[in-house]
């Protein structure tokens, strides 16, 4: 039978002749040891002190809890009260004998008004308090000399009343000290429960590889596992309840909840940082550099072997100009399962549109695969293509490995720039496409598969058949369905919406992100864009690390377009480029396009002086006044 915890039942000896007989009688109690202190010991400090802490609540009537919450202020104490019904019964017994009816207690635990309603109205009630023995004896003399025949209370009242030619009643039953009982154990039994699963909780974090210490507010240690004292070469008695700086002394402890940092300890190389939980205590953890580096090589390559996903959905591909494409996509994605041949320029996006079609597909909870044809030499193309037996060439697995066909079983195989495939892969990838079977380098067992081809592109397939770098038969089996993709100098119109999505989620003010996009579009008005949709993005990150780097954000806005064309005429100085050399449009149109969000954040950023705000907007302070009267 499993022991809950320890109740101490401090009363005098009814009540814990009362409180045994229940806590005997019923079966459910049997889990919890009840110890007694009883009579004259039920006073005595120093006799509860020798066992208090095995003692995981206390049960008592009023006046016994106000001494051991005193006494105990840490131990939880339940308080066992007399039911309403009880003291109504001993009030009506004790009439019977005298129609004044005497209640002495240690607390007020009922309204007298309430009490007159309900009794006969020749039944007279005086209530008495007392702390202590001689209080009440007082009580009792002064009661008996009134001509005073019945008392109604609790243990004491009954065990003195007699001494005194008074008659006691008392107002305590089974039933009032089941009641409290229950709470008691209940109580008992939540602290055990928690004590449990801490211990689990502990014995978890014990088998743990990283250390963990937990630090109190005034830096003191309040647990560390069994992982953190080996590293620290410690022992529990020695750490617990030490300040942190005499384990690690010459540490600044802000630069761990900050960063974290590499320290040397006992001839180790230990990762060490900090985290605040609460307002009280901070975590510290422990690791061995050379267990993060194995753990992560092991990740790294687990990683490698599994499927990749499609990152990309159509929401993604940003520009106005696309959405006719985006719709044929779409149809290609939903209404087929054909294979498919992007087409269209370096830089463009077709990684994108392959990974959007996949995810909106039949084929979107499976894997997405994609591989760089060109990235390659072709025996190792070949290799990641089908998979290999284990010693199939020299450096080859033991056990081999699964191709990238294989890994997209049920899913979408990207391959992009096919036109770089060698002519020997492409034989062996058409055999795989019309038999959906695959065959391992250096194997003999032919292994099913269903997947679905996107292709991409940048070269014009139809020549390459021509020149024989090509094989006709593959790309009929490829292009299925072909969707082309315009590049970006056919569609100008996109490249605002284009910097407006590549500036979105920087963190630099609405302001700059406005004359970025004006400048850009401005020096770059008659640019074709050979570097498509990437050059674009490149050209935008690079200005934003021009701002913060240089610390020109902030800079008026008149200075900061002048400064940013500068900038860029300087980045492409080996093309010809068109751009307004007295700047008169572009600070007019971002005059323009200043908004209120704009005028608020920057009276918010200069708390309020109207003269800096407009010096900050690029703008006069009688234009911001009419800003502000609009």
């Not at 009880?86 to 607390?107: F, G, M, P, Q």
């Not at 003195?160 to 030619?165: D, M, N, T, V």
């Not at 009280?280 to 953890?285: D, G, I, L, T």
């Not at 077709?350 to 990974?355: C, D, G």
């Amino acid at each position: 039978m499993v022991i809950c915890g320890n109740i101490g039942v401090v009363a005098r000896d009814r009540m814990v002749n009362l409180v045994r007989k229940v806590a005997t009688e019923i079966p459910r109690f049997n889990n919890f040891k009840f110890t007694y202190f009883e009579g004259k010991f039920a006073h005595s400090f120093e006799v509860i002190n020798k066992v208090v802490d095995d003692i995981d609540l206390f049960l008592c009537g009023h006046g016994h809890s106000r001494l051991i919450e005193e006494w105990f202020p840490n131990k939880p104490v339940v308080v066992i009260d007399p039911l309403p019904f009880d003291i109504l019964s001993a009030i009506l017994e004790a009439a019977k004998i005298d129609h004044i009816v005497n209640i002495i207690n240690t607390y007020e635990f009922i309204e007298l008004e309430d009490v007159k309603e309900i009794l006969r109205s020749d039944i007279n009630i005086s209530q008495y308090r007392f702390k202590d023995d001689s209080e009440l004896k007082e009580l009792l003399e002064f009661i008996r000399r009134k001509g005073g025949k019945a008392v109604v209370g609790g243990t004491s009242v009954n065990e003195l009343a007699p001494a005194y030619g008074l008659k006691p009643f008392y107002y305590y039953s089974e039933k009032a000290v089941k009641d409290a009982i229950v709470d008691a154990t209940n109580l008992v039994l939540l602290k055990f429960e928690q004590k449990l699963r801490q211990e689990n909780i502990n014995k978890l974090i014990d088998l743990s590889n990283v250390g963990l210490m937990v630090v109190d507010e005034n830096q003191k240690v309040q647990y560390i596992n069994n992982s953190a004292l080996k590293m620290l070469n410690r022992t529990s008695a020695n750490t617990v309840g030490i300040d942190i700086k005499r384990i690690l002394p010459d540490i600044e402890l802000s630069e761990l909840e900050e960063h974290g940092k590499i320290l040397d300890i006992n001839n180790k190389q230990l990762l060490c940082d900090a985290n605040i939980f609460d307002p009280e205590n901070s975590v510290y953890r422990f690791q061995e550099v050379n267990q993060v580096e194995s753990a992560s090589y092991k990740i790294r390559r687990q990683m490698l072997t599994k499927p990749a996903t499609a990152k990309y959905h159509f929401y993604d591909i940003v520009g106005s100009k696309l959405e006719p494409t985006k719709e044929i996509a779409r149809s290609y994605a939903i209404s087929s399962d054909a294979n498919i041949l992007i087409v269209g320029p370096t830089g463009i996006g077709k990684e994108l549109f392959a990974s959007s079609i996949h995810n909106c597909s039949k084929r979107a909870n499976e894997p997405f695969v994609p591989i760089n044809c060109a990235a390659l030499p072709e025996n190792l193309l070949e290799s990641e293509l089908f998979g290999y037996e284990g010693g199939a060439f020299t450096g080859a697995k033991k056990h081999g490995k699964k191709g990238l066909i294989e890994l997209a079983h049920k899913g979408t195989l990207f391959l992009d720039e096919i036109g770089e495939m060698p002519v020997s892969v492409q034989a062996k990838l058409l055999r795989v496409l019309q038999e959906k079977e695959v065959l391992h380098v250096g194997g003999e067992e032919l292994i099913p598969v269903d997947i679905r081809v996107i292709a991409a592109t940048n070269r014009d397939l139809e020549e390459c058949i021509k020149n024989k770098t090509f094989r006709p038969d593959l790309y009929y089996r490829l292009s299925t369905l072909i969707l082309e993709i315009p590049p970006l100098s056919a569609r100008p119109e996109d490249v605002p919406e284009l910097i407006d999505y590549y500036t979105k989620s920087e963190p630099i003010s609405e302001i700059s992100k406005q004359i970025i996009k004006d400048v850009l579009c401005q020096v770059y008005r008659n640019y074709n864009w050979p570097g498509n949709v990437r050059e674009l993005q490149n050209i935008v990150e690079r200005v934003i690390t021009y701002l913060r780097y240089t610390s020109k954000e902030n800079m008026p806005a008149k200075d900061l377009v002048k400064d940013l064309t500068v900038f860029l005429k300087g980045a492409k100085n080996n093309i010809e480029i068109s751009y307004d050399t007295d700047f008169t449009t572009l600070e007019r149109t971002t005059s323009n396009k200043i908004s209120k969000d704009m005028i608020k954040k920057a009276l918010n950023s200069v708390g309020g002086n109207k003269t800096k705000a407009a010096k900050l907007l690029g703008i006069s302070r009688s234009t911001l006044w009419r800003y502000l009267k609009n």
